[in-house]
């Protein structure tokens, strides 16, 4: 990780903007390469990501894992990051108030990460990242262009675990990932 992604860390960790910082174990900044030209970005830690301080570990973890190994791609070469860096508690999906509180902090995050791709995973960060009336049943697996990233929406790790039906979809939205960055990155060739 780079010093400036290691000072922006320190400085969120400091963060009141929102009630979530003072619930939380630990925080959930991010993990992964910085620069990266791949970018994955959840909606918030659950329990096992606020007990280890990183973003998902655990069952959806794993799962996640293994997507990215259907790839061809491992954890090191990306970077993984959520809308908010802290539990909302019982794992409720963040609030619009959290996410604008902590979004100068992903938005800070994204500027040093300099993806060319962002998949949001799910229906909330593709809500917060691509448009507000966002519909993950539809809209998954279609390309989004924004200042130059291009964006794409996948079913959450979790809402796989919940509903092995999603699986097809998001392997065939997987493959088509797949194919853009083998075209557009030089993430194969490391």
């Keep these: ?42 909606e918030g830690p659950g329990e096992q990501e606020d007990l280890q301080g990183e973003p998902f570990v655990g069952p ?5 894992d293994d997507m990215l190994e259907m790839i061809g791609l491992k954890r090191s070469q990306i ?7 802290c539990r909302p508690p019982m794992n409720r999906d963040p ?4 996410m604008t509180a902590c979004r100068p902090w992903l938005d800070e995050q994204i500027r040093l990460v ?16 691509i448009k507000k009336d966002f519909r993950i049943t539809r809209e998954h697996g279609q390309w ?15 809402a796989l675990l919940r509903d ?3 699986r097809p979809e998001t392997f ?11 075209r557009d990155t030089t993430l194969y060739e490391q």
């Excluded at 959806?60 to 996640?64: D, F, I, P, S």
């Excluded at 609030?95 to 959290?98: L, N, P, R, T």
């Excluded at 300099?114 to 917060?128: D, H, S, T, W």
């Design 114 to 129: 300099r993806p060319k791709i962002i998949v949001c995973l799910g229906r909330i960060a593709a809500g917060e990242l």
């Design 79 to 85: 970077y993984i990051a959520n809308t908010v860096k």
């Design 1 to 42: 990780m780079s010093e400036e992604m290691k000072a922006l860390e320190a400085r969120c960790a400091l963060c009141g903007n929102c009630p979530l910082g003072a619930t939380r174990t630990r925080l959930v900044f991010g993990v992964g390469t910085a620069p990266s030209e791949l970018m994955l970005i959840g």
């Design 95 to 98: 609030a619009e108030e959290e």
């Design 60 to 64: 959806a973890g794993k799962l996640l």
């Design 164 to 166: 092995v039906s999603k």
């Design 172 to 182: 065939a939205d997987l493959r088509e990932l797949r194919r853009v960055l083998r």
């Design 144 to 158: 989004f262009e924004k200042d130059g990233v291009r964006y794409m929406a996948v079913y959450h790790p979790s």
